[in-house]
């Protein structure tokens, strides 16, 4: 692990100003790798999922979720005006858009159903039209047989421009569970394993040491890709 850790970090070759919209080159599935050793899903890469990947690149979702106050010197997490993304149930390229608007929702637990109006974050999702977006963003799980042995994780991320074909940057991070796949108590392997990782999740000043590393995952894609793609401020 000691060894891979040398080999990690973030590298970026170059970047790109005033970036409206993304194309996600790959999607992560719905669900949480909790402790399957072998499946190459990328544990380390882990962040939200199903829509909620494509939600945390769009323009306002994390304004809905942070403090009044965030912390000095935390990412700001702009977003951009759109994202876009091959659906897998059919194939055909999507732009997606969201803001803070009132919508329904329904119920649950109560004895008749019934809805209730709320304010929320919410994404809109149209046929794409036109070529798609300059930027790409993608991801690959590039554990081996042999590190897997020793529940290591390796994880690629990358930023590319989709015209030129040439790599913006990467990021190259792994993890290991020190448990090495202990499940006792419930406890789940890879989640223990994000605070046991290279580069670190907590990289933010003043960090809450006793917050566990896979808590500290959430929008570390978005966090990286915005350092390359600074976002267009304003509409």
């Known amino acids: 692990f000691q060894e891979r850790c040398k080999t990690a970090g973030e590298k970026i070759y170059r ?3 005033d970036v409206e919209g993304v194309f996600l080159m790959k999607l992560r599935p719905l669900g949480t790798n909790h402790g399957d050793q072998f499946k190459l899903d990328d ?3 882990r962040d939200l999922d199903g829509v909620g990947y494509i939600e945390s690149f ?3 979702s994390y ?3 942070r403090s009044p106050n965030p912390r000095p010197g935390w990412p700001s997490r702009i977003g951009y005006l759109y994202v876009e993304a091959i659906d897998p149930a059919d194939g055909k390229r999507y732009r997606y858009t969201g803001s803070v608007r009132e919508v329904e929702e329904r119920l649950s637990g109560l004895s008749g159903g019934g809805t209730v109006r709320i304010t929320k974050f919410a994404l ?8 798609q977006p300059r930027y790409g963003v993608t991801y690959e799980d590039i554990s081996t047989r042999e590190e897997r042995e020793y529940w290591i994780a390796g994880s690629s991320l990358k930023v590319i421009n989709l015209i030129t ?3 913006m940057a990467e990021r190259i991070g792994y993890m290991m569970d020190r448990g090495q796949g202990n499940t006792s108590g419930g406890r789940s392997p890879w989640l223990f394993a994000a605070s046991s990782a290279c580069p670190d999740f907590h990289r933010f000043p003043n960090p809450v040491v006793s917050v566990p590393g896979a808590s500290a995952q959430i929008r570390q ?3 990286f890709v915005e350092k390359v793609l600074l976002p267009k401020v304003g509409k």
Do not use: I, L
């Open 63 to 65: 304004d809905t979720m």
């Open 165 to 167: 074909k040439e790599v």
């Open 221 to 223: 894609t978005q966090d």
């Open 43 to 45: 544990p380390y890469g």
């Open 15 to 17: 970047t790109a100003e």
């Open 124 to 131: 809109d999702k149209t046929p794409a039209q036109g070529s």
């Open 58 to 60: 769009a323009r306002g």
